[in-house]
């Protein structure tokens, strides 16, 4: 059992130790940016307003019992007013304090916010198929670039899953969650890498419950090639890494569930 113990320890709460730790922000160092820098000439397409009428299923009792880990997908595309829904409830600000942190529609330690939000984009009305990433703060995307043979790089990126293979290609959208840790470890050092993972626990249930809300359906993906997303999404694999997908997409008749 000894080979787990490193990983069970960090688990469990450090607040003992990190109470003694004098960090960043007690330094007095700069606060990182709350989001990243973007080059504002860049192709930037606006989102439609988040609006209720895309929800098809509004009891969310429905959505949290109906809700299951969906592997096959439909060829209908997501409408764009849905993906903007998508979004918002997974990244999407919803207010800003008066010391400029902002409050989101997913909780998070601290507001650190350390996460970005990338997108494999197969199949949304309206959107050229490529690779976009979020900005909360606008709320618009960022167009990124074209990824040749799209699908046949997501097959790579995404391995061999082990109870439907090749699935995230045939999504609509594939969401691609990276962390930039030193926003959190500014304000909680040691204590920042299992936060980071809870938050990012948040915003994958809400893509779930909203995905399941407009009748589509999303599944969590755990296994993928690190340095592969990491290289495909031009990140350093140090100061920004990718850790955590989900496919989302119309669903098929029939269903994987978990």
Request: hydrophobic share 35%; with cysteine; glycine share 6%.
């Given at each position: 059992?000894?080979?787990?113990?490193?990983e069970?320890?960090?688990?469990?709460?450090?607040?003992?130790?990190?109470?003694?730790?004098?960090?960043?922000?007690?330094?007095?160092?700069?606060?990182?940016?709350?989001?990243?820098?973007?080059?504002?000439?860049?192709?930037?397409i606006?989102?439609?307003?988040?609006?209720?009428?895309?929800?098809?299923?509004?009891?969310?009792?429905?959505?949290?019992?109906?809700?299951?880990?969906?592997?096959?997908?439909?060829?209908e595309?997501?409408?764009?007013e849905?993906?903007?829904?998508?979004?918002?409830a997974?990244?999407?600000?919803?207010?800003t304090?008066?010391?400029?942190?902002?409050?989101?529609?997913?909780?998070?330690?601290?507001?650190?916010?350390?996460?970005?939000t990338?997108?494999f984009?197969?199949?949304?009305?309206?959107?050229q198929?490529?690779?976009?990433?979020?900005?909360?703060?606008?709320?618009?995307?960022?167009?990124?670039?074209?990824?040749?043979?799209?699908?046949?790089k997501?097959?790579?990126?995404?391995?061999?899953?082990?109870?439907?293979?090749?699935?995230a290609?045939?999504?609509?959208?594939?969401?691609?969650?990276s962390?930039?840790?030193?926003?959190?470890?500014?304000?909680?050092?040691?204590?920042?890498?299992k936060?980071?993972l809870?938050?990012?626990?948040h915003?994958s249930?809400?893509l779930?419950l909203?995905?399941?809300s407009?009748?589509?359906?999303?599944?969590?993906?755990?296994?993928?090639?690190?340095q592969?997303?990491d290289?495909?999404?031009?990140?350093?694999?140090?100061?920004?890494?990718?850790?955590?997908?989900?496919?989302?997409?119309?669903?098929?008749?029939?269903?994987g569930?978990?």
């Amino acid at each position: 059992m000894s080979r787990y113990e490193k990983e069970r320890n960090f688990l469990k709460s450090n607040f003992l130790e990190f109470k003694h730790i004098k960090t960043d922000k007690i330094k007095g160092l700069p606060k990182p940016p709350n989001t990243k820098a973007f080059d504002s000439s860049s192709t930037i397409i606006d989102l439609p307003k988040v609006s209720k009428d895309v929800v098809s299923r509004d009891s969310l009792y429905d959505s949290i019992s109906e809700r299951r880990s969906t592997r096959f997908y439909s060829d209908e595309s997501l409408s764009l007013e849905e993906l903007s829904y998508l979004l918002w409830a997974t990244q999407g600000i919803t207010d800003t304090t008066k010391n400029g942190l902002t409050l989101r529609t997913v909780p998070c330690s601290g507001a650190t916010h350390t996460l970005e939000t990338y997108l494999f984009i197969m199949r949304v009305d309206g959107i050229q198929a490529g690779v976009y990433r979020y900005l909360p703060v606008e709320h618009k995307l960022l167009y990124l670039f074209e990824l040749d043979e799209i699908d046949q790089k997501i097959d790579a990126i995404t391995l061999d899953q082990p109870f439907v293979p090749n699935f995230a290609k045939k999504a609509a959208v594939m969401f691609a969650w990276s962390t930039i840790p030193y926003r959190s470890e500014w304000k909680y050092d040691i204590s920042a890498h299992k936060k980071i993972l809870i938050d990012v626990g948040h915003v994958s249930q809400n893509l779930y419950l909203t995905s399941e809300s407009i009748g589509a359906g999303a599944c969590a993906i755990g296994i993928y090639d690190q340095q592969l997303i990491d290289e495909v999404l031009g990140l350093d694999g140090e100061e920004e890494f990718v850790i955590f997908l989900g496919a989302v997409g119309k669903k098929k008749t029939v269903v994987g569930t978990d």
